[in-house]
């Protein structure tokens, strides 16, 4: 479910001048599905399950009824009045810069790979330069296999060489992730090796002669395999590249009774420890954050013969790990709930280990290791710093100083090169791509800058807001200047609030075609989230969940107090697990939101366990296998919250069809329970259920597919709202 794709003065919109409880199109009603009287028993509890048919996403009545809702909606959103010119607003924003540039990687010789969408491109294309001035040249171009087939394909992950001759990358079409390996040698732009399927995963790591790769392969489905066993036993294994796939030796089976880890939900990742004999197998179990660690020979893991040997286990807390020859770097959370960073080895692990950076005040969010250093991220509030600490033990730590106050995130860094790549960006700055190297942050200008990317019209207020039970909420708010709070400023609340994900600030110049007419976007991090650390996320986490639509609640409930806004001038937006958020925020006070949007969401907790992410999330938000892991699956489950008579938010649910994620079911499920009891309550409000049947979890969509989803969204809500001018 992790995972997320979200990422702007001009004139007047067109008016949008219906009231918000009318039909944008027609007077007819969407078109509902018959519910079953299907229960289930957990633990003494009867749970009603009426639209479980729609489970069976394949059955052709259910596809039938899928397209007519897909219809049914599509014709409401298109028929809004001024939609069409809020489409074009977000376009002109959008593609107000030449180009967008992601996923930059670095190797010896000043060879950049990165990935780059121009203005006149619909997807993102894989490209090399040597020197941040040299001629770039394409190597992958998905837009060529959509002209072929139709169906939008998306480069899922890239990794290069050692050397940088060669370019691994996975590759997936419809918004799948079902990815296929490929490797080409960036020099010729031939392909050497693929496709090669099952490598949704990656996990690529080279040798440090270019002659093969590990990689994480899924298990092949065969006749008979429940879906939810697809991501289960997986495997990292080793290829050359002149060897088959299907006999490459398995480097690290999840499997395996030695290693101890449960091969339903955890996965193997296997890469050299470069300049040492060993190679590094790396556990990840589920989605929990600590991860384990083990070590074995290379030449082992290489032959499918390595004994690993655990030297970090689950216990020690570690969340990130780096190494520098025989030396070990981990951050971990155990007796510090804002993280201290270590300096253990790779035998030993963090047994006797020295403590570098001592827990603080900020949270110690992530690291890289350069050529010349440590590059450690510490969030301070909304503000990310930057510490460096040199690789020779007594140099005291730097922090570095910052062009951007907002978020820092580190883009390729390459252990044999001096500096990290960091992209820095605000609520009102755009993103660029800057190299810190020793004292010095300069922009790289690989990211073009575009013509609204500096928002000096626009204001953005950190506030932290008391919640039911006194813990201090952060809020990030975003308006024009001068704005006046008076109650009537369209509002759009955001959140996540899972896996100890925290809202960094981010831009978005598409945001601008909301702003610009006088709109506020707010962002809050309840608990569930990583705002302030380890205790902060377990505080939103299984049992304690209520804790995160609670905290949400409470931030909307100051932006109607501070007279930002009104209930009937507020929209809740959140995707994936943050469906959670919004569909758990609008069943527990519908009276408070005009509209919610959940997106790809995460809505019916009690039977996401059955879907092929369904094991990997245990951790995360329990099991109904426990009766305290069940309570928690039902109280955040919003499918199972909503209760007839009421008279809800209008709801605008949007999925892509192929989502490997959040299966689609989550959201016709809920779309026809909240049908069905508003088809019974007076003057209620729409329920539409936007499908996309060429997109996923929103992994890989197309620029057109993205800028067509927001329009709808903010249309949406400004006819909700009653708004026009």
């Not at 028929?79 to 190797?107: F, H, N, T």
């Not at 949270?363 to 460096?388: E, P």
């Not at 945001?511 to 380890?534: C, D, K, M």
């Not at 505080?539 to 209520?546: A, E, I, L, V, Y």
Request: glycine letters at 10%; one cysteine or more.
């Amino acid at each position: 479910m992790q995972i997320r794709s979200w990422q702007a003065a001009g004139a007047a919109l067109i008016a949008l001048c219906c009231s918000a409880a009318a039909p944008a199109h027609g007077s007819e009603p969407a078109p509902l599905f018959a519910a079953g009287n299907t229960t289930d028993t957990y633990f003494g509890t009867t749970v009603a399950d009426p639209y479980r048919a729609l489970e069976e996403v394949k059955n052709p009545q259910v596809q039938a009824w899928m397209k007519a809702q897909g219809e049914f909606a599509r014709a409401r959103l298109d028929a809004i009045p001024g939609r069409a010119e809020l489409l074009k607003r977000l376009q002109m924003y959008d593609d107000a810069v030449a180009a967008r540039v992601a996923s930059v990687e670095r190797r010896p010789g000043e060879l950049y790979f990165y990935e780059r969408r121009g203005v006149t491109d619909d997807q993102f294309k894989l490209y090399v330069r040597r020197g941040l001035q040299g001629q770039e040249r394409l190597l992958v171009d998905p837009e060529q296999l959509y002209n072929l087939t139709g169906t939008p394909h998306a480069i899922n992950w890239f990794v290069p060489s050692f050397t940088g001759r060669y370019v691994a990358y996975g590759l997936s079409a419809g918004g799948s992730e079902d990815a296929s390996l490929f490797v080409m040698d960036a020099t010729t732009g031939k392909r050497v090796l693929g496709p090669v399927a099952r490598a949704q995963y990656g996990g690529v790591a080279w040798l440090e002669d270019d002659s093969g790769l590990f990689f994480m392969r899924l298990q092949e489905m065969k006749p008979g395999m429940a879906p939810v066993e697809r991501l289960q036993n997986v495997r990292s294994v080793f290829l050359r590249l002149d060897g088959e796939a299907d006999r490459a030796p398995v480097a690290m089976d999840s499997t395996d009774p030695a290693l101890g880890v449960n091969p339903a939900q955890d996965s193997p990742y296997v890469t050299p420890i470069y300049g040492t004999r060993w190679a590094a197998g790396y556990v990840y179990h589920g989605t929990d954050r600590e991860l384990s660690l083990y070590i074995a020979p290379l030449a082992d893991a290489v032959a499918g013969k390595a004994q690993w040997r655990r030297v970090l286990a689950q216990a020690d807390a570690v969340t990130a790990a780096e190494f520098a020859g025989e030396r070990l770097f981990a951050l971990t959370h155990k007796d510090a709930a804002r993280f201290r960073l270590l300096e253990g080895s790779v035998e030993r692990g963090v047994q006797g280990a020295r403590e570098l950076i001592a827990q603080g005040s900020g949270v110690l969010t992530g690291m890289v290791r350069a050529a010349d250093a440590l590059y450690v991220t510490r969030r301070d509030g909304a503000v990310t710093r930057v510490l460096r600490l040199p690789l020779p033990a007594a140099a005291p730590v730097q922090t570095l100083k910052l062009p951007v106050e907002g978020s820092a995130t580190f883009g390729g860094v390459d252990f044999r090169l001096p500096g990290a790549l960091l992209t820095l960006q605000s609520w009102t700055r755009g993103a660029q791509i800057y190299l810190a190297e020793g004292a010095r942050v300069t922009n790289t200008r690989l990211q073009p800058a575009g013509k609204f990317d500096a928002l000096d019209g626009y204001v953005s207020t950190e506030v932290l807001v008391a919640s039911h039970d006194g813990a201090r909420v952060p809020l990030s708010i975003v308006h024009k200047k001068g704005l006046k709070l008076d109650g009537s400023n369209p509002t759009l609340l955001w959140g996540y609030a899972s896996y100890g994900y925290t809202e960094e600030p981010w831009f978005s110049a598409w945001r601008l075609a909301w702003l610009e007419r006088g709109g506020v976007f707010a962002v809050a991090n309840p608990r569930g989230s990583g705002a302030f650390g380890q205790e902060w996320y377990k505080g939103g986490f299984q049992q304690t969940k209520p804790n995160t639509w609670k905290d949400f609640i409470a931030t909307a409930e100051y932006l109607v107090a501070q007279k930002y806004t009104r209930p009937a001038r507020l929209g809740i937006w959140g995707g994936s697990a943050g469906g959670i958020l919004i569909g758990r925020a609008m069943t527990e006070r519908p009276d408070l939101f005009a509209a919610a949007i959940p997106a790809v969401g995460a809505l019916d907790m009690v039977r996401a366990e059955f879907e092929s992410t369904g094991p990997a999330n245990i951790p995360e938000f329990g099991t109904h296998k426990t009766e305290p892991g069940f309570r928690a699956l039902l109280a955040m489950s919003t499918y199972h919250q909503i209760k007839d008579g009421v008279r809800y938010p209008a709801v605008l649910l949007t999925h892509g069809v192929n989502d490997p994620r959040v299966e689609v079911w989550q959201s016709t499920k809920t779309a026809a329970r909240l049908q069905a009891v508003a088809a019974a309550v007076p003057d209620s409000r729409p329920v539409l259920l936007r499908l996309d049947w060429q997109a996923g979890h929103g992994v890989g969509d197309t620029k057109a597919q993205r800028q067509a989803e927001r329009a709808d969204v903010l249309a949406f809500l400004l006819w909700q709202f009653g708004m026009s001018r």
